[in-house]
């Protein structure tokens, strides 16, 4: 069964602080593994698109790293800045079909 | 530029109520179009896509239909509403995802079924 998970649910740090948000996929065929950052009630936002030749993807303060071995990515967001509070969607793109959706991780960075 | 509209922006209906939801995309020609719901609290779940006119595919069994008239309009339609209907309905569109083009998405749509 193609799925993704992301961990943690949700996660609370101070402004400036860093943080790593996980993501594990298991699907086939895979073509490429996507980031997304979603305000609340607006439309998800791409950050990093990365194929699976690719380790790792940097977009201003956010840096995806990607492991087609494991199947395990992650989004490490640097000097984290109250902006940054959001949703982030981990999306797993299979070749020929569509893309499968995680759960997503609820970041709040507080002052 | 291309840029992804969808109205309205939110939308209250009684539960047996019709539906239809419009997207249109600019600044493009022939993208691969999609329409999402998100629940609260839940990841998002794709409801049907189009790589043409005329062209729609399902993923899931449920009341909703989709259409594409014309190239850069795509509508989500519904002849009776039920309350599990209620969500965050996006549109979005892309080139081409086995090549790692970006899928862009529309400000998205609240329903509440009442």
């Known amino acids: 069964k193609n799925q993704v998970e992301q961990s943690p649910q949700s996660l609370i740090i101070l402004e400036g602080k860093n943080c790593t948000l996980q993501c594990n996929y298991t699907v086939s065929p895979f073509s490429n593994l996507r980031w997304y950052k979603q305000d609340t009630g607006r439309g998800p936002v791409s950050l990093t698109i990365m194929t699976f030749s690719e380790n790792t993807k940097s977009n201003g303060r956010y840096t995806a790293t990607l492991d087609a071995d494991t199947k395990q990515s992650s989004l490490h967001i640097t000097a984290s800045q109250l902006s940054d509070s959001a949703s982030y969607i981990c999306?797993?793109?299979?070749?020929?079909?569509?893309?499968?959706f995680g759960p997503g991780t609820r970041l709040s960075v507080l002052p | 530029s291309q840029t992804i509209h969808q109205w309205p922006a939110t939308l209250v209906q009684p539960v047996g109520s019709p539906l239809s939801l419009e997207c249109t995309v600019e600044?493009?020609?022939?993208?691969?179009l999609y329409w999402y719901r998100q629940a609260a609290g839940r990841g998002l779940q794709l409801l049907f896509y189009?790589?043409?006119?005329?062209?729609i595919s399902s993923e899931v069994p449920q009341n909703l239909s989709a259409s594409r008239p014309q190239d850069r309009q795509f509508i989500l339609s519904s002849k009776k509403l039920l309350l599990s209907d209620s969500g965050f309905y996006l549109c979005?569109?892309?080139?081409?995802?086995?090549?790692?083009?970006?899928?862009?998405f529309g400000p998205g749509t609240r329903l509440t079924v009442t």
């Open positions: 189009s790589v043409g006119i005329g062209q």
């Open positions: 979005a569109w892309d080139r081409d995802r086995d090549r790692g083009y970006e899928q862009y």
């Open positions: 999306v797993a793109a299979l070749y020929g079909q569509n893309f499968v």
């Open positions: 600044g493009t020609s022939n993208p691969n």
